[in-house]
């Protein structure tokens, strides 16, 4: 089971102010034994490092992301949830007679909880982007998608550069639902896409940040080969408004427990809010 944990070794390290996942939302269900569907093959496959406080070290991400590149389709995805997916899978089977099973198991095993940006699968196909939400464990039954037009980002090039994973990148900004934006792209590399829902660049997106630095997505790792892309059933996943969804997820992570309706041994209503600094605010 331990070659499915992913640990990546870098030269350098790179300390942010972050916004954290959340340490109160719980996770949804595992997937065991899910049925998967092979939909294309990535000659191309970047993982990037979200909010590392060190890139040398995968335990101080809040989350390892992926972006498989193939011919007709691209996705993105958390390593890390697929691996502890597969971990439980591998678990269940090795336990038949168990009561239960470990409701995570990634991430080096540390306890884990649920966070938009880990939880949320995102196919390309053309100039469209489908993005498939799985939600908290008490809100499950609205696991969601919405599709919208890709990219959606209105960039600015810049003449600085900067070198990351070993090529020579060039500056872009743009404003984009509410935040500003500095991305760092790889000419040398003609791909028009990036992490998360950025793209649209004349070179693949190795480094985005927003101007507070809340949310940093950084390349460590370029493998190339034939890695085949896969898909599960998304057809009880209903389609919903983005906006609509961002304020149920701002509201999930700031609050989750009142939002649950929890209540302590006398009866009384529950709450633990946090504040929270979601990716777009708009």
């Known amino acids: ?118 939880y949320t699968e995102i196919f390309r196909t053309g100039d469209k982007q489908t ?50 934006f500095e991305a760092w792209f790889a000419p040398e590399i003609p791909l028009k896409e990036g992490p998360w829902t950025f793209g649209g660049l004349p070179g693949l997106i190795l480094k985005v940040q927003d101007e507070k630095r809340l949310y940093v997505f950084e390349c460590v790792r370029i493998e190339t080969g034939n890695f085949p892309i896969k898909t599960v059933d998304y057809s009880s996943y209903k389609s919903v408004d983005r906006k609509k969804l961002l304020k149920l997820q701002r509201k999930i992570n700031e609050d989750y427990i009142s939002l649950i309706g929890f209540r302590d041994e006398s009866g009384k209503s529950r709450s633990f809010y946090k504040p929270y600094e979601p990716l777009e605010l708009e």
């Open 1 to 118: 089971m331990r070659n499915l944990l992913i640990f990546f070794f870098l030269g350098y390290a790179c300390v942010l102010y972050a916004q954290p996942k959340n340490n109160i939302v719980e996770p949804p269900t595992a997937r065991i034994n899910a049925t998967y569907t092979v939909i294309d093959y990535a000659s191309l496959r970047v993982s990037y490092a979200l909010n590392a406080d060190d890139l040398r070290d995968v335990s101080t991400y809040v989350d390892l992301q992926c972006l498989e590149i193939g011919a007709h389709t691209s996705k993105y995805y958390s390593a890390l949830l697929a691996a502890s997916d597969s971990l439980c899978t591998i678990w269940v089977r090795e336990h038949p007679q168990a009561d239960g099973f470990p409701r995570w198991r990634g991430e080096q095993g540390k306890s884990e909880w649920w966070s938009e940006y880990q």
């Open 131 to 180: 993005l498939f939400f799985r939600m908290p464990f008490y809100f499950e039954k609205e696991n969601c998608q919405y599709t919208e037009s890709y990219p959606q980002q209105a960039w600015t090039l810049c003449e600085d550069t900067l070198t990351i994973y070993g090529y020579l990148c060039q500056k872009a900004t743009c404003f984009y639902r509410g935040r500003d």
